[in-house]
């Protein structure tokens, strides 16, 4: 099936790696001119020629930290219009007790997980709107369903962005833009191996002990492979997926176990 994104600009944010970089894969497969944006910019070298080799379609890349403003500025000011955009600061979710938090840990994971988002959307609506055309995926985290102790700061930031797209999503529609999120489980990606091999340090146990624990909750029984959660965003990006919009969709191998 053609997904109607040939040509389409796409900004895909964490896009050197995981969860991002699949979606970039999928999307310059699928004939999108792709910028990805992450920090590195050897990272980002590196994975812009791998896709293209597959793709056959020459990858941009843009280097900037997007838990900063300025990191963000820069970006819209390089590439001031795009026709998808994938929000995902790349920042994975670190677990802290909620008395230990202070004021400046909260302000970093509204940086970190709502700021790095919403200044993007709110830069290049306008011109979606415009043209008639956009599609933009947030990457967020399946536990915002069914949110977990220690992950106050994340999951607080999180659910502010769902917050703010809940309301957004009917001013952008009429324009045929849309705006969903994506909300992984498990992911086998560089992010989750290193959560996962500090956990197993910490108990004393070793990698697939600590694997077959957390897989153990997901009905799938295993993780995701990054291609996966990727190829979701690609088609959440669809032309025709115009009349899909203010969506939060799981997807966690059947982990959350909620009707809504
Ligand atoms: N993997 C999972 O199981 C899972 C599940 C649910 C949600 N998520 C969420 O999905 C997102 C992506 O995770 P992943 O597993 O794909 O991670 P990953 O494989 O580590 O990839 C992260 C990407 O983001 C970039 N990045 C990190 N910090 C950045 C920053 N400050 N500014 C710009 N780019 C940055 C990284 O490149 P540089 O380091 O070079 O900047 C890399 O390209 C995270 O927010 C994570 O919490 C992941």
Not at 20 to 37: D, F, K, N, P, Y
Request: charged residues 20%.
């Amino acid at each position: 099936m053609d997904i109607g994104v040939k040509n389409r600009r796409a900004v895909i944010c964490g896009g050197s790696s995981g969860i991002g970089r699949a979606a970039a894969s999928r999307l310059s497969a699928e004939g999108a001119l792709v910028t990805i944006v992450s920090r590195d910019s050897e990272r980002l070298a590196d994975a812009a020629r791998a896709i293209c080799d597959t793709s056959g379609i020459p990858v941009d890349y843009f280097a900037a930290d997007l838990t900063t403003a300025a990191g963000r500025a820069a970006l819209v000011a390089a590439r001031p219009a795009t026709d998808i955009l994938v929000t995902n600061s790349g920042v994975p979710q670190r677990f802290a007790a909620f008395q230990s938090l202070r004021k400046a840990d909260w302000d970093w994971w509204f940086e970190a997980h709502f700021h790095s988002a919403i200044d993007l959307i709110q830069a290049y609506l306008p011109g979606m709107m415009q043209q008639r055309f956009g599609r933009i995926v947030n990457v967020s985290v399946s536990f915002i369903k069914f949110p977990q102790v220690n992950a106050a700061h994340s999951h607080a930031a999180r659910l502010a962005l769902a917050g703010a797209i809940a309301s957004l999503v009917r001013e952008a529609a009429p324009h045929n833009v849309t705006i969903n999120s994506v909300l992984p489980g498990l992911v086998d990606t560089e992010a989750l191996r290193r959560t996962l091999r500090e956990r197993a340090e910490s108990k004393n146990v070793s990698f697939q002990t600590v694997v077959a624990e957390v897989t153990a909750r997901c009905a799938a029984g295993r993780l995701a492979d990054p291609q996966e959660a990727g190829d979701l965003i690609a088609m959440l990006a669809a032309a025709q997926m115009g009349y899909v919009t203010g969506q939060n969709i799981v997807n966690d191998g059947g982990a959350f176990q909620g009707l809504f």
